[in-house]
C-alpha cells in the first residue's frame, strides 16, 4: 500500500522555525509532486509549496523568502522548512503526493494533516 507518512509541525513561536516531514512509502512508483498545502477554519485549502519532478518548486505567495521545500529522492521524502513564522501561518498542513503507480497510473496522495500552531 502506498501512502503518506507524515511528521513535524506543533507549537512554533513567532519568529521561530518548524519543520515538516513527508514520505511516500510503499513500492512501485514514481514521484510527479510533492508539497503541503494549508487550510485554516473557514478558509480554503490554499498551497504553501510543491515541487514537480521536472525540478520546479512553486510557493504561496504568503511563505515567499521564509519557506524552503526540499527533498530526499532517496527516501521519497519531502521537507519543509518553516522560517519566520508568523502567527497566520497557523493551519492544518497537508501533505500531497502526486505519484505514478506501476500498472495503475497517476494517484494523488493526501496526508492526514498536520496541525501548526504559532503562538506566544
Known amino acids: 500500500q502506498v501512502q503518506l507518512v507524515e511528521s513535524g509541525g506543533g507549537l512554533g513561536q513567532p519568529g521561530g522555525s518548524l519543520r515538516l516531514s513527508c514520505a511516500v512509502s510503499?513500492?512501485?512508483?514514481?514521484?510527479?509532486?510533492m508539497g503541503w498545502y494549508r487550510q485554516v477554519p473557514g478558509k480554503e485549502r490554499e498551497l504553501v509549496a510543491i515541487f514537480s519532478s521536472e525540478g520546479t518548486t512553486t510557493y504561496g505567495d504568503s511563505v515567499k523568502g521564509r519557506f524552503t521545500i526540499s527533498r530526499d529522492n532517496a527516501k521519497n521524502t519531502a521537507y519543509l522548512q518553516m522560517n519566520s513564522l508568523k502567527p497566520e501561518d497557523t493551519g492544518v498542513y497537508y501533505c500531497?503526493?502526486?505519484?505514478?503507480?506501476?500498472?495503475?497510473?497517476?494517484?494523488?496522495?493526501w496526508g492526514q494533516g498536520t496541525q501548526v500552531t504559532v503562538s506566544s
Open positions: 500531497y503526493a502526486r505519484i505514478e503507480r506501476r500498472l495503475i497510473g497517476v494517484v494523488a496522495l
Open positions: 510503499g513500492s512501485g512508483f514514481s514521484i510527479n509532486s
